[in-house]
């Protein structure tokens, strides 16, 4: 599988970025799906999942300030950031996730990052 995120950039705090994310094949239409984010010296970190029927859930740091949506038909995913704080500085990663919308393993096949800055 091939995954490619993009849409990151430079943001001062409160600004708003939007990344999208496109696989290969029918990876998304088949898989939960999640965006990942890390961050210098941290480990990767899982903050917001979407399961196929459109469920959906947030690490308590980004809710009510990140969205996530799917489109199967385009097989892409999206994720919304407004609000941004300097502590969402961090490369950001598309990947499926658990049936029960968990991260999967750092020895999962992961795609290219796109860098979000959060700085004045």
């Known amino acids: 599988v091939q995954l490619q995120a993009s849409g990151g950039g430079w943001v001062q705090p409160g600004g708003s970025l939007s990344l999208s994310c496109t696989a290969s094949g029918s990876f998304v239409s088949r898989n939960n799906m999640g965006w990942y984010r890390q961050a210098p010296g941290k480990q990767r970190e899982l903050v917001a999942a979407i399961t196929k029927g459109g469920s959906i859930s947030y690490t308590n740091s980004v809710k009510g300030r990140f969205i996530i949506s799917r489109d199967n038909a385009k097989n892409t995913i999206a994720l919304q950031m407004r609000s941004l704080e300097p502590e969402d500085t961090a490369v950001y990663y598309c990947?499926?996730?658990?049936?029960?919308?968990?991260?999967?393993?750092?020895?999962?096949?992961w795609g290219q990052g796109t860098l979000v800055t959060v700085s004045s």
């Open positions: 990947n499926r996730v658990t049936p029960n919308l968990g991260p999967v393993s750092d020895y999962d096949v």
